[in-house]
């Protein structure tokens, strides 16, 4: 099936720094997500991003994080800075219409020590 | 508020036996349904999905789903397990613009 790939895998950075994380994005999708996973709890939408627009952003995507698509290339996030709160694994989603199904990559984990 | 509730967070059952993984949604209006799977160490894999019409979805590998609006259900089987299947299993409704309300997910483990 379609494909979403994350780079990198595995992220391990200092509190206090940046961040990006990248998503390459299925090429015929529209519609782009970031959902955060703390270890073994459920999975939470953070933000959706359709047209080089932020849709809707849940209350996890805190002033420190951004997201863009510059240039119809990669769909990133970055954090700015880090706090240790951040830990997790980010999984990026996309889809052609935002009521269709939302294909995930495989995540991207983020240590903050 | 919308919400999505599995109530089983662990779930064991032999190879070879049949597999029911409950799901309970909280939406108002007509909701878009989704089982995804988690195998370690990867992202979700789509299993199966519910647009509105036949309440009874097949997905991959076997697995087959029933919607039912009186009793807010989305339950998961499968008629025979494979130790291959041993993984969390997440429900999932489409709340607004592709915002998935996730639940807290089902670990499946297969005994030999």
């Known amino acids: 099936g379609p494909k979403v790939l994350q780079i990198p895998s595995h992220q391990i950075i200092d509190m206090g720094q940046m961040v990006t994380l990248n998503c390459d994005p299925v090429s015929n999708h529209l519609y782009f997500y970031w959902y955060k996973q703390i270890l073994g709890q459920q999975m939470e939408f953070l933000v959706n991003?359709?047209?080089?627009?932020?849709?809707?952003k849940s209350k996890l995507f805190k002033d420190q994080f951004s997201v863009e698509r510059p240039d119809g290339s990669y769909f990133t996030l970055k954090i700015q800075p880090t706090a240790l709160e951040d830990s997790a694994v980010y999984f990026c989603?996309?889809?052609?219409?935002?009521?269709?199904?939302?294909?995930f990559g495989a995540g991207t984990r983020l240590s903050v020590l | 508020a919308q919400s999505v509730t599995q109530p089983d967070a662990r779930v064991t059952v032999s190879e070879g036996a049949s597999l029911q993984l409950r799901c309970k949604y909280s939406y108002f209006g007509t909701p878009y349904l989704f089982w995804y799977v988690q195998y370690p160490r990867q992202g979700l894999q789509l299993l199966l999905k519910y647009y509105p019409g036949d309440p009874v979805v097949q997905g991959v590998n076997g697995f087959e789903a029933e919607f039912s609006k009186s009793n807010s259900s989305f339950h998961l089987r499968k008629a025979s397990v494979h130790w291959s299947d041993w993984a969390v299993y997440f429900c999932?409704?489409?709340?607004?613009?592709?915002?998935?309300?996730f639940g807290q997910g089902t670990k499946l483990s297969i005994k030999p």
């Open positions: 991003f359709y047209n080089g627009k932020v849709m809707e």
């Open positions: 999932a409704v489409n709340y607004n613009q592709g915002k998935l309300i």
């Open positions: 989603a996309s889809s052609f219409r935002s009521q269709n199904t939302l294909y």
